[in-house]
């Protein structure tokens, strides 16, 4: 069995999302929410689909339309037992620091409502490693947690290790120039990743450029193989015990 712990299953991302969901029969996805839109579309998700279970959450670029009403509602609805953790939140400065205080501001909140239902926390963390790892050290207290799309270095890596955070690993580590990434699976133990596709965006190869689905986990975790001189089946094997235990699926 494989379980993509990150994809976007959003009507407005696929034509044909109930083909893209049949194609995953058998095995499992975690969809995720970026804003009050996609948290509902995740929502009416694990309500219909049993392999489908969800995270939702407030995105680091939505933070500029949010309020404590959006707060509230990400609360309530997390209380579903198919929705697995709070996410996807985090820090984005790709484009700017102009919004730096919101963004800390929400990722903050949204750390605390985890802990009250005592959920993981699925990290959204784009150039701005230090502000991510301050935030984690001083707040995570023993909060599960995984970085989701995994971009750092891997001497980042073992800081992160040391919090027992997660690495959601994608199709980057298929790219030719993913040179970084090969090195954070190649030096660090398997134990330490989950799969995930990010769809419909970061087709691995040879689908990059491609609209992706979650079935082409499947390609990532080929990938693992190869670069751990490991089987496939033990790659799927160690990291769907992992993504179980992280998100306590049942």
């Known amino acids: 069995m494989m379980i993509d712990t990150h994809c976007h299953l959003d009507i407005d991302d696929y034509k044909n999302v109930e083909e893209v969901i049949k194609h995953m029969d058998g095995n499992i996805m975690i969809a995720s929410g970026c804003n009050l839109e996609t948290s509902k579309r995740v929502i009416e998700l694990v309500n219909k689909y049993d392999n489908i279970y969800g995270t939702i959450g407030i995105h680091p670029s939505e933070v500029q339309d949010m309020n404590e009403e959006a707060l509230n509602y990400i609360f309530e609805n997390a209380k579903n037992s198919k929705i697995v953790g ?79 955070v997660k690495f959601g690993i994608g199709g980057v580590l298929t790219f030719k120039n993913g040179v970084k990434l090969k090195e954070v699976v190649e030096k660090n133990d398997l134990d330490d990743f989950v799969l995930e596709t990010d769809s419909p965006y970061l087709a691995p190869e040879p689908f990059r450029g491609q609209k992706n689905e979650p079935y082409n986990v499947l390609y990532v975790a080929k990938e693992i193989a190869k670069i751990k001189n490991m089987t496939l089946e033990e790659v799927l094997e160690n990291t769907t015990k992992t993504a179980i235990n992280l998100f306590d699926l049942k």
């Open 86 to 164: 709070i996410g996807e939140i985090g820090l984005d400065y790709h484009y700017g620091k102009e919004d730096r205080d919101l963004q800390i501001e929400y990722f903050l909140k949204q750390i605390e409502l985890a802990k009250k239902l005592n959920k993981v926390i699925v990290i959204h963390s784009r150039d701005a490693q230090e502000d991510t790892l301050e935030i984690l050290k001083n707040n995570l207290g023993g909060l599960k947690a995984v970085l989701h799309c995994y971009g750092y270095s891997y001497e980042a890596s073992k800081e992160f290790k040391k919090l027992g």
